[in-house]
Every structure is written in C-alpha cells, then in structure tokens.
C-alpha cells in the first residue's frame, strides 16, 4: 500500500525550511536575479544550517545527498524516508526561489550523482564536497549516449578529455561529476562517471551563461585538456559491461528528477499563493462547491491550475515513496518532472496574464518565477525526453525500439 504521507518528524524539518525559505531565501529573489553572477554569499551560513540539520538527524537525510538508497531506517516495507524528506524539503526552498536553492554550496546535482553511486569510501572521502554534473556538450544534449568526452586509462589515472557545457555550479562548485567515455568504440557501455575536483591541473572554467532565468545560479562552460584524475574518481564500475553499466549511470536520474520535479511543485505554488492574494483583493474567490463555469473566468482559471498542482505534487511524492522503498521508479520519476515541469511553466505565466500588467512588472515575483520555471522543464531531461521515457515504459519498449 502506498502511504505519501510525511512522518510528523519530517513536517517539522519541512516547516523548518518554508521557515527559511520565507525569512531568508525570498528575500533575497530579487536581488541575485538582478545581479546575475554574483555570488549568494548568505547561502553559506544556511548551507552551514542545512549541513548541521542533517548531521544532527533532524534533517533525515533530506537534500542532495538524500536519494541514496538502501539506508532509510526501518525495513517495514512501507516507509517515507529521505527521498520523501528531499523532495519536501526541496519544494519548501523553491516556493522560496529556484536560482538560489541551485547555488546552496553541497547540494548540487553532482551530489545527488554521488549519493546514488559512490562507495563507501568514494562517500567518505568526498563528504562535504559541492559537486556539479557535467554531461551536456556542444554536440550532445537529450542524446547523452553520444557523448565524445574520453577517459582514458593511464597508469593509475584516467586522462579526461573534452568540453562541458551548461553545467550548473560549474564555477563555484567544488568539483564536477563528469560523463566520459572509456572507449568510443564501445558505444554507451563505455560511458562512466568521474569526479573531477577544482584545481586539477587541464580542467579550467571558459565562460558563464547569461540566461532567462535562475540567473541566481551560474551556468558554466568546462574545458578538459590532458586533465589527469586518479581511477579512484571513477564512480561505480569500470568494467565496460554491456548496456547493464550505461544503464547504471543513467538511474542518477531516477533519483534527480523527483528532484526537479519538486522544484517546479515549490515554484508553482508561490505563484499560486501571490495570485490568490491578488485575486482575493479584487474580490475574486474561488468556490470549491461550485463547478467552474458557474464562477468568474478568473475563478475557473485558479481552480484548474491549482488541480493541475495537486497532480504534480502527488506524482512528485509517489516517485520519492517508490525510492525510499527500493524499488524502480524511473517511470514514476520521468511522469513526476514531466507533469511538475510543465505545470509550473503553464501555471507560472498564467498567473502572469492573470495579474496583468503587475504580473508582467518587478513590482511582483510573477514574472521572475515565469522565467525561472522554464528551465524545470529542460535540464534533467526535457519535456519531450520524459514523455518518449513514460511511453517505453508504459508500452515495454526499449531506446532502440522507441527514439
Ligand atoms: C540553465 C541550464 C542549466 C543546465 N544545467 C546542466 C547541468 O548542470 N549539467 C548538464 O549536464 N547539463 C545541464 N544543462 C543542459 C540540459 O540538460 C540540456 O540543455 C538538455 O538536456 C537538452 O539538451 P539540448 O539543449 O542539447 O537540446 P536538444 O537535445 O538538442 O533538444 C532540442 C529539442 O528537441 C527535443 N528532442 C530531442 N530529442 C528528442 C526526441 N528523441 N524526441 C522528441 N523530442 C526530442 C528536446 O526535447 C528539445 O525540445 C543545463 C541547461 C541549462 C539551459
């Protein structure tokens, strides 16, 4: 039986964050989006906060480092765990603002990517690490099998070559998991992941991104020149296994886009809550008794995108329920991002048109939060990608059968 039910425990962290998200994290919305490329520098005494949180217990494992699985507590067979307290967590920091939950030093998608993969030592050596994820290149995006980064063993190292794009934190993170591949020839079979940390020797940051939205977080270009790793920063095996090792590196997403997903459940929430108000002060109320095309358009509208809301939320909850009990979630976890992701987009700018010309302005968060929900829907995995990923699933089709 599925129970998407929050432990009391985890209503408190949960609370704990909107708390934050509220206080801190909104507050300063405006100014990084204004100021695109300037460090958050008040996110290092709350990562300090959220790190202290999660040594304490209070935190249950929630964040980036709260996908792993197989270390939950109890072996019930039904439980709510980390997974759960992360997307909880994450939707709370996110009605707070996308762009700096982005920049939150150590709670990059590269540490979710370690969390999902890493040893026991590659987890200890690497706590407390912020790390990026580096797939996406000039000629490779949706595609990540055609990746043409190498890794080539040398001695007791691998030697990286190749350009990343796009990769989120890329400069202020303290390293990057990259996807690299340990022999063209080989196909996807041959793709690993390797943690490169800041300051190896061929690795260097060639460009920021300027961009519609989370202009809090910065997006950087990556060059790796002869960049020399030890092959203890391989995550996972280095066995070229068949499809079964791709495979592997691609259930990081299983565990990332419950993530995304959250962040877009958190984001079309605090544009729906802006929007309630301003319909209430215009005397607009939406009636839950009533059908919608016995209420004022704008009424109707409300009612339909808050349904769409509920929707991705529950879908967010079930993908992080199905993780938190072991079990295979990658259609739950592609349905979840492409539900959530597209929702906060139409939600987000028909709030805009419902606000009118204040939705369009400053004066408001709308339009921020108009521009920043796009982005939900692209990286991760597009809308198009999650939808081609629900229907193999749905209809027991592999990549090569269905493209
Ligand atoms: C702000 C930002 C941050 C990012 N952060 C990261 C990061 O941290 N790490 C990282 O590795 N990458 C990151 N990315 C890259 C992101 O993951 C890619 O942009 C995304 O995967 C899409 O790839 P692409 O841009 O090459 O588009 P393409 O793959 O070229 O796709 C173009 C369009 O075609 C559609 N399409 C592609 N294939 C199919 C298909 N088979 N069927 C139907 N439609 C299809 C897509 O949905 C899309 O609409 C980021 C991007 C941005 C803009």
């Known amino acids: 039986m599925i129970n998407l039910e929050p432990t009391k425990k985890m209503w408190a962290f949960v609370n704990q964050a909107h708390q934050v998200a509220a206080e801190f994290v909104r507050p300063l919305s405006r100014k990084y989006d204004l100021a695109e490329h300037a460090y958050p520098k008040e996110l290092d005494m709350l990562a300090s906060i959220v790190d202290g949180l999660g040594e304490s217990g209070q935190g249950q494992g929630a964040g980036a480092k709260g996908v792993r699985r197989g270390d939950n507590g109890d072996d019930s067979g039904i439980r709510n765990g980390s997974n759960m307290a992360s997307v909880l967590s994450i939707m709370e920091m996110c009605w707070g603002d996308v762009g700096l939950l982005l920049s939150m030093p150590r709670q990059g998608l590269g540490n979710s990517a370690i969390a999902s993969v890493a040893d026991d030592e590659q987890l200890e050596r690497l706590d407390g690490v912020w790390a990026g994820m580096a797939i996406t290149e000039p000629g490779c995006g949706s595609d990540s ?41 080989k196909g996807r079979a041959a793709i690993k992941s390797f943690v490169v940390e800041k300051g190896t020797p ?27 790793v030890p092959r203890a920063n391989l995550l996972g095996s280095p066995e070229v296994e068949g499809d079964q090792g791709f495979a592997g ?155």
């Not at 063993?153 to 591949?181: H, L, M, Q």
């Not at 202009?215 to 020149?225: K, L, N």
Request: net charge negative; glycine share 6%; with cysteine.
């Open 202 to 228: 061929g690795m260097r940051v060639e460009r920021l991104d300027h961009k519609l939205g989370i202009r809090a977080s910065d997006t950087a270009t990556i060059v790796f020149d002869n960049c020399r």
């Open 249 to 403: 590196v691609m259930q990081t997403f299983d565990n990332t886009r419950p993530l995304v997903a959250a962040m877009a459940v958190g984001c079309g929430r605090a544009a729906l809550e802006v929007t309630r108000d301003m319909l209430h002060d215009a005397g607009v109320e939406p009636d839950y008794d009533r059908p919608p095309h016995l209420q004022l358009g704008a009424a109707a509208t409300y009612l339909a995108m808050e349904a769409d809301w509920e929707a991705a939320y529950l879908l967010t909850l079930e993908a992080a329920w199905i993780a938190d009990n072991g079990k295979p979630n990658s259609l739950q976890a592609s349905m979840a991002k492409a539900k959530a992701a597209r929702t906060a987009n139409d939600v987000t700018l028909r709030c805009v048109e419902l606000a009118g010309s204040v939705g369009y302005s400053e004066h408001e968060l709308l339009e921020k939060w108009a521009r920043d929900s796009k982005i939900l829907d692209i990286f991760e995995g597009t809308q198009q990608i999650q939808q081609l990923i629900t229907a193999r699933r749905l209809l027991d089709l592999s990549s090569t059968e269905l493209r």
């Open 145 to 185: 099998a055609a990746i043409q980064t190498t890794a080539e063993v040398d001695g007791d190292d691998y030697v990286i070559n190749g350009e990343k794009i796009f990769v989120t934190a890329g400069d202020r993170c303290d390293a990057v998991v990259v996807w690299a591949s340990l022999d063209r020839s």
